[in-house]
């Protein structure tokens, strides 16, 4: 495989606006590092086969470092916009997750439930 084409095959970035629905307990590594499990709530307008529809999600998060504090103070119904990658939940559990890497709370967000 050309070493361009591994690249483009390894891209895995994800951004989605919409509100914090859930929010666990904030959470420390054996290492110190902060980590907090959350749901993002997703609504907007798509195209899809030339035709406008609905699309409604709820995304599991998860957030550890500084995201992870700024999430920790964040209130249930805030709109977010947040950005990271997808992995499995677990080597058991092979469902994704969002591993989320930056965070912005929205004021007026148009994207949210």
Do not use: D
């Not at 050309?2 to 290492?31: D, F, V």
């Amino acid at each position: 495989m050309a070493e361009g084409a591994g690249e483009k095959l390894a891209t895995n970035q994800i951004q989605l606006a919409g509100r914090l629905l859930e929010r666990g307990a904030l959470r420390y590594t054996p290492a110190g590092i902060p980590v907090l499990e959350f749901v993002v709530g997703h609504v907007s307008q798509q195209i899809e086969a030339e035709t406008s529809r609905t699309v409604e999600c709820e995304m599991a998060c998860i957030a550890a470092g500084t995201p992870a504090l700024l999430l920790a103070e964040g209130q249930q119904g805030t709109s977010v916009l947040v950005s990271g990658f997808l992995a499995a939940r677990s080597l058991k559990r092979r469902t994704p997750v969002l591993h989320v890497t930056t965070i912005e709370f929205v004021e007026g967000i148009e994207n949210g439930i």
